[in-house]
């Protein structure tokens, strides 16, 4: 019914950015928000960051004033610039959605499969 589908990751130098990117596909009635998670090995997934689809954002404290979240309505993609990336942050980075499907009732909670960062000198 839906596809979430990560892309954008990879390997950066710390300090260096990166920019993934999701796009939702499917019989998509309406997007509510777009989000990121990012989860390492052992740990629980953490929210990063989320847009609704007029564009109110949140983010994780650790985020904030380094990775910026934007959301495309025509495309049903979001995109999130990471700049000034540490080791630390290496993990899978994976998108969630909520969203309406056709021949759903209301909203439902979409997940992509995650895209690997690696920031490593």
């Known amino acids: 019914q839906l596809q979430l589908v990560e892309s954008g990751g990879g390997l950066v130098h710390p300090g260096g950015s990166l920019r993934p990117s999701c796009t939702a596909s499917g019989d998509i009635v309406h997007i509510y928000t777009m989000g990121w998670y990012r989860q390492t090995p052992g740990k629980e997934r953490d929210l990063l960051t989320s847009i609704t689809s007029d564009g109110n954002t949140n983010y994780r404290d650790s985020a904030k004033g380094r990775f910026t979240i934007s959301i495309d309505n025509a495309k049903n993609a979001v995109l999130l610039q990471m700049n000034n990336l540490e080791p630390e942050e290496t993990a899978v980075y994976c998108c969630?959605?909520?969203?309406?499907?056709?021949?759903?009732w209301g909203g439902g909670n979409y997940w992509g499969q995650g895209t690997q960062v690696t920031v490593s000198s």
């Open positions: 969630s959605a909520s969203v309406w499907v056709q021949g759903t």
